[in-house]
């Protein structure tokens, strides 16, 4: 049988990491209770910010939109554990300036849009697609009017 079938389609790739919410799916984070710096993943030990010594943080939900502050192309197969297709289909990798907390998140972009299509700046929001393995991930996905 295949690994895809057995999986349902609502299995997050990992857990807690972001919401299941298909419509309006948010990566989740930690802010710090003392000075408000944001961390992705959540960071709940202690505070990374040189002035702050803070240990106290919250679950936030991080900002769905974002700008493309960089990116490339994946076009080797990944090694394992990472689950391809065979043929291996390359795909866009982008890092992506949160519109809010001002943080850069990496992650693939969505299905079908290649590095042809991306520029610096261009305006994206996260969306959620199955990996190759069936799995469900945090993909940025170019907005409609910022493709064109």
């Known amino acids: 049988m295949d690994a895809k079938a057995e999986i349902p389609t609502n299995t997050p790739v990992l857990d807690g990491w972001f919401t299941l919410d298909a419509r309006e799916p948010h990566l989740l984070g930690a802010r710090c209770t003392a000075c408000g710096t944001y961390y992705f993943p959540k ?21 769905r939109k974002g700008r493309i502050w960089s990116y490339t192309n994946a076009v080797y197969k990944p090694p394992e554990p990472y689950i391809s297709n065979d043929p291996f289909v390359p795909y866009a990798i982008a890092a992506v300036e949160l519109e809010q907390e001002r943080m850069i998140v990496l992650g693939q972009v969505a299905s ?17 697609e199955p990996l190759d393995d069936g799995k469900l991930s945090w993909k ?6 910022a493709a064109r």
């Open 43 to 63: 960071q709940i030990k202690f505070c990374r910010h040189p002035d702050c010594a803070g240990e106290a943080f919250e679950e936030v939900q991080l900002s």
């Open 112 to 128: 079908g849009v290649g590095v042809e299509a991306l520029k610096v700046g261009m305006e994206v929001e996260l969306i959620l």
């Open 140 to 145: 940025w996905k170019p907005l409609a009017e």
